[in-house]
Nanobody, 124 residues
Framework: QVQLVESGGGLVQAGGSLRLSCAAS????????MGWFRQAPGKEREFIAS????????SYTDSAKGRFTISRDNAKNTVYLQMNSLKPEDTAVYYC?????????????????WGQGTQVTVSS
């Protein structure tokens, strides 16, 4: 049974930083692309960042470029999202996701497995 468990969310002031983690189990982690998504109240879930199986290629939405960094540790079956210069509009539930995917460029959609999410709240 595949499980993705996010952690690291919380309340932070604007301009601050948070590091989200997502621990995966029940899958061969190195064969999966990993992604981070978020959903704000009243809005659809949106793509934030993804990383290919090796960690060598990443993809970001425009709002995340330059502020967020996705990384992974295949030895620990964990993917991270470092978020800097946080803004109130970053407030959302953040989800990690996994997709069996061997191509180099990581996908921005079509993920198969999802975590339960972790709340990030940025105060102004």
């Amino acid at each position: 049974q595949v499980q993705l468990v996010e952690s690291g969310g919380g309340l932070v002031q604007a301009g601050g930083s948070l590091r989200l983690s997502c621990a995966a189990s029940g899958l061969t982690f190195r064969r999966y692309a990993m992604g981070w998504f978020r959903q704000a109240p009243g809005k659809e879930r949106e793509f934030i960042a993804s990383i290919n199986w090796s960690g060598g290629t990443t993809s970001y939405t425009d709002s995340a470029k330059g502020r967020f960094t996705i990384s992974r540790d295949n030895a620990k079956n964990t993917v991270y999202l470092q978020m800097n210069s946080l803004k109130p509009e970053d407030t959302a539930v953040y989800y990690c996701a996994a997709k069996y995917y061997s191509a180099n460029y990581p996908p921005q959609s079509g993920y198969e497995y999802w975590g339960q999410g972790t709340q990030v709240t940025v105060s102004s």
